[in-house]
């Protein structure tokens, strides 16, 4: 069955760094794309970023350029978020997802509901 669990979040300060993870089952990470996603409260989910199936190659959204760092270990299937500088703007709940486009298209440019497998989120909590 193929299943995506992140892990990782938590409660850090304002210009802090945490990092997070996303393991992949059931599939590796040669055939998907990874995408991670966050929805604030009150708020849409929004795409942060994502890793190609094909090549690696990243996209990240301009809200997390220059802080944020997606990367793979395709030994250990699990794609990681590194976060860095974190902003209280930051915190939501982070989610993971499978983009079958393999070259990001969908989690660059939606629609989201087109991403097949999404794990159960992280809370990341940006706060004094």
């Known amino acids: 069955q193929v299943q995506l669990v992140e892990s990782g979040g938590g409660l850090v300060q304002p210009g802090g760094s945490l990092r997070l993870s996303c393991a992949a089952s059931?599939?590796?990470?040669?055939?998907?794309?990874i995408g991670w996603f966050r929805q604030a409260p009150g708020k849409e989910r929004e795409g942060v970023s994502c890793?190609?199936?094909?090549?690696?190659?990243?996209y990240y959204a301009d809200s997390v350029k220059g802080r944020f760092t997606i990367s793979r270990d395709i030994a250990k299937n699990t794609v990681y978020l590194q976060m860095a500088s974190l902003k209280p703007e930051d915190t939501a709940v982070y989610y993971c997802?499978?983009?079958?486009?393999?070259?990001?298209?969908?989690?660059?440019?939606?629609?989201?509901?087109?991403?097949?497998?999404w794990g159960q989120g992280t809370l990341v909590t940006v706060s004094s």
């Open positions: 059931g599939f590796t990470l040669d055939y998907y794309a």
């Open positions: 890793i190609s199936s094909i090549d690696g190659s990243t």
């Open positions: 997802a499978t983009d079958p486009s393999l070259l990001c298209t969908i989690a660059h440019m939606g629609p989201f509901r087109y991403l097949e497998v």
